[in-house]
């Protein structure tokens, strides 16, 4: 599927009044405006009390469908390009990286499970990464966070790390959801979803966050999370 650039809706959304961070010039200085990680703090404290009821729901739900274990973890690229383990609601068979590698879902993907086919489509999946947030590897709004041992089809190993735009990206936290995972599809090379994140991270502003988070919480209400058309 060919994909094209980011379209000028992209360009607007990511274009606020004003700029509220300066970039550093170096390749891995860290950007970290006190507004942006209060922001992730509060609304990560209020999500916990509030989605408690929706956990352990969800924990129940993973059990009864095939009894496998109910959280994934696996090893991600975060600011300045540490590692940290992220924290997901298992989606797929129990130890799929071990048997079939680390690969990024696909259309009809047989290693989802039933319950993990609702829980990818409303990014409910997500949730336990509001415990990255507090601890600091993740912030509610950002580039995404990538595997660092993660495999492309033919099982090729995919080296992030060589792509333009890798070290600009990880000036900021990872993201539980952000520009480019907003407008544009999964399956998007990752050179064009990098230059959507320098876009972000050139633009970074609260008020760009508290437009993304919104527009994140429209599309998880809809569904629309794992569409291959457009999310908004």
């Keep these: 599927m060919a994909v094209r650039s980011p379209s000028p809706r992209v360009l607007a959304?990511?274009?606020?009044s004003r700029v509220a961070v300066r970039v550093a010039p170096a390749a891995f200085d860290a950007i970290d405006p006190l507004p942006?990680?209060?922001?992730?703090?509060?609304?990560a404290c209020l999500m916990l009390v509030f989605s408690a009821l929706v956990w352990i729901v969800i924990a129940a739900a993973i059990k009864l469908d095939d009894g496998g274990p109910v959280f994934y973890r696996q090893e991600r690229w975060g600011r300045g390009q540490s590692r940290f383990q992220v924290l997901k609601f298992r989606t797929m068979v129990a130890h799929s990286d071990r048997d079939f590698g680390v690969r990024q879902a696909t259309s009809g993907d047989r290693r989802i499970t039933r319950v993990g086919s609702l829980l990818r489509a409303t990014g409910l999946d997500e949730l336990p990464q509001v415990l990255n947030i507090l601890l600091g590897d993740m912030s509610f709004v950002g580039p995404r966070a990538l595997s660092t041992n993660e495999?492309?089809?033919?099982?090729?190993p995919i080296r992030y790390d060589e792509t333009?735009?890798?070290a600009r990206r990880l000036q900021v936290r990872p993201g539980l959801t952000g520009l480019a995972?907003?407008?544009?599809?999964k399956d998007?090379?990752?050179?064009l979803k990098f230059r959507v994140d320098q876009l972000?991270?050139?633009?970074?502003?609260?008020?760009?966050?508290l437009r993304l988070v919104a527009l994140s919480f429209w599309i998880s209400f809809r569904g629309k999370w794992e569409t291959r058309s457009r999310k908004v």
């Design 151 to 156: 495999q492309a089809a033919d099982g090729t």
């Design 181 to 185: 995972t907003i407008y544009l599809p």
């Design 13 to 16: 959304i990511a274009e606020p």
């Design 164 to 166: 333009r735009g890798f």
């Design 36 to 43: 942006k990680r209060a922001f992730d703090v509060t609304l």
């Design 200 to 209: 972000y991270v050139n633009r970074l502003s609260l008020w760009l966050d």
């Design 188 to 191: 998007a090379p990752s050179a």
